[in-house]
C-alpha cells in the first residue's frame, strides 16, 4: 500500500484540515477557561512546592497537558463551534482522558462505535465531520473517511506522524519496524497501518526473545505463535529480521525504548559485522519530547524522600502508566487515580488502579502527622483535576 500518496490525495482533498479554525489567542483563552487552574500556576511559582498544615506537596516539574494534547482537544472544541449543527464524529476518544471525553460527548461530539476492536463507520454520513484524536488513526481509517467525503479534522500529535515517517522510511528502505508499544494501543495500531513489515515488542525481554531468534536460538513455530497479533501479514522472521529498523509508540518509556534500540543494533554489529551494518540495521530518534521530559521529572520526583506518591490520568493513558512504573519501581507507596473523585474527604480513602489489576480500595491512605505527598500527572491530564485532587489532600489533612 502507498500510504504516502494515500496521505497526499486526502491532504489535497479540500476537506482535510490540521490546522484548526481559531487563532492561537482564541484557542488558549478557550483552554485555559476549561482546563487551567491558579491554585497549580501559584504552586509552579512556588518551586512546584505547596505547603499547608501537616501537609507539604511537591509537584513534578513537567507534568500535565502536553502541547500535542492541548493542540488536539483546542482543536476538538473549535470544530463544534465551526461546525455547530453537524454531526461530529471521533475516530476514538481525543485523548485518555475521562473529564475531557466526557466534555466533548455533552457537547454532542460521538465516538465512532467498536465491536470487539472493529470499528463500525456505517453511521457516519457522507459529508459528516469526522476528528481524528491525538495518537493518530490508521489509513485505513483515513481512506475510508477521505471516500465517504468527510471534513477530516486531523489532530494527530507531530510527534506521532514523524514515527509514521520513520516507519514508511524503513518501508521504503525493505526494513522490517521493530515497534515498542502495545500492540493493541491506538497509537500502534495507525503506527502499524503506515509500516510495511512489522513487528511489536513490548518490552526488553521480548526483544531478548527476538534478538535470540536472529542469532540462531529459537524455534519459528513458537516465535509465530507468540507474536501472532503483533506482527504483519505473511511475516517470516528468517526473511524479515535480517534487516530491521527500531520505531516506538511515543508514550513507552524513554529509557526501555532506548535500550532496546541499542540491544538490536549490538545484536545486528555480532550477527554481521561493523562493515555490514548500515545494510541491516536502522535507527532513528522518534522519542517524543514531551513525554521523555515528563519521565525525566519523575526520576527527580521520586528522589525527594516522599511519603506516597499520587499519580493522575486516564487509567488507559500509556504514558501515565509509565510514570507510575517508574515510582514502583523506587519503592515508593504511589496511587493511580483518574479523577478526583476517586479521593474520599469524609473516609480519608482513595479508590486507586495498582498497575494490572482492577480498582482497589485503600483506607486511611493519609497517615497522621507530617506528611510528604508527591503528584504528577500524564499528558491527558488538566491542571484543574490536579487541582482538585490537592485541595481533597488539604481537606483530609485539616
Excluded at 154 to 182: A, L
Aim: glycine fraction near 6%; charged fraction near 25%; include cysteine.
Amino acid at each position: 500500500m502507498d500510504t504516502q500518496a494515500i496521505k497526499h490525495s486526502i491532504q489535497h482533498s479540500g476537506r482535510y484540515n490540521r490546522k484548526g479554525f481559531e487563532s492561537p489567542t482564541q484557542r488558549a483563552k478557550a483552554l485555559g477557561e476549561s482546563y487551567q487552574s491558579d491554585l497549580i500556576a501559584s504552586i509552579r511559582e512556588n518551586d512546584f512546592t505547596f505547603e499547608e498544615g501537616r501537609l507539604k506537596i511537591k509537584l513534578a516539574k513537567s507534568f500535565g497537558f502536553c502541547w500535542g494534547v492541548e493542540r488536539a482537544v483546542a482543536m476538538a472544541y473549535e470544530t463544534r463551534r465551526h461546525y455547530p449543527n453537524e454531526d461530529i464524529w471521533m475516530t476514538n476518544e481525543i485523548i485518555h482522558n475521562p473529564s475531557v471525553n466526557n466534555h466533548l460527548s455533552r457537547m454532542n461530539v460521538k465516538i465512532i462505535s467498536a465491536k470487539n476492536g472493529i470499528k463500525d463507520f456505517s453511521s457516519v454520513s457522507t459529508g459528516d465531520v469526522v476528528i481524528l484524536p491525538a495518537f493518530g488513526a490508521t489509513v485505513q481509517e483515513m481512506q475510508l473517511l477521505h471516500e465517504k467525503k468527510c471534513q477530516i479534522i486531523d489532530t494527530t500529535c507531530p510527534w506521532v506522524s514523524k514515527v509514521w515517517h520513520t516507519v514508511e522510511k524503513h518501508k521504503k528502505h525493505t526494513f522490517t519496524s521493530i515497534i515498542h508499544g502495545k500492540y493493541k494501543h491506538e497509537e500502534t495500531l495507525a503506527t502499524r497501518s503506515f509500516a510495511g513489515n512489522y513487528l511489536v515488542v513490548f518490552d526488553l525481554a521480548e526483544a531478548e526473545y527476538v534478538s535470540n531468534y536472529i542469532q540462531g536460538n529459537g524455534d519459528k513455530n513458537k516465535f509465530m505463535n507468540k507474536f501472532a497479533k503483533a506482527c504483519s501479514d505473511g511475516f517470516d522472521p528468517d526473511i524479515h529480521l535480517e534487516r530491521i529498523g527500531v520505531a516506538n509508540q511515543t508514550t513507552m518509556l524513554k529509557s526501555e525504548t532506548e535500550e532496546i534500540g541499542k540491544f538490536f543494533e549490538k545484536t545486528m554489529l555480532a550477527k554481521y559485522g561493523p562493515a555490514n551494518i548500515n545494510n541491516h540495521f536502522l535507527a532513528f530518534n522518534t522519542i517524543c519530547d514531551a513525554t521523555e521530559e515528563r519521565q525525566d521529572a519523575m526520576f527527580s520526583l521520586v528522589n525527594e524522600d516522599l511519603d506516597i506518591l499520587v499519580v493522575i490520568g486516564g487509567f488507559n493513558s500509556s504514558n501515565t502508566t509509565h510514570l507510575q512504573e517508574i515510582a514502583i519501581t523506587n519503592n515508593i507507596e504511589s496511587f493511580h487515580i483518574d479523577i478526583s473523585d476517586r479521593i474520599s474527604v469524609e473516609n480519608n480513602s482513595i479508590c486507586h488502579k495498582p498497575l494490572e489489576s482492577d480498582l482497589v480500595l485503600k483506607k486511611n491512605f493519609i497517615p497522621d502527622g507530617k506528611i510528604k505527598v508527591g503528584i504528577t500527572s500524564g499528558a491527558s491530564t488538566p491542571d484543574k483535576i490536579v487541582a482538585d485532587v490537592i485541595e481533597k489532600l488539604v481537606a483530609i489533612t485539616k
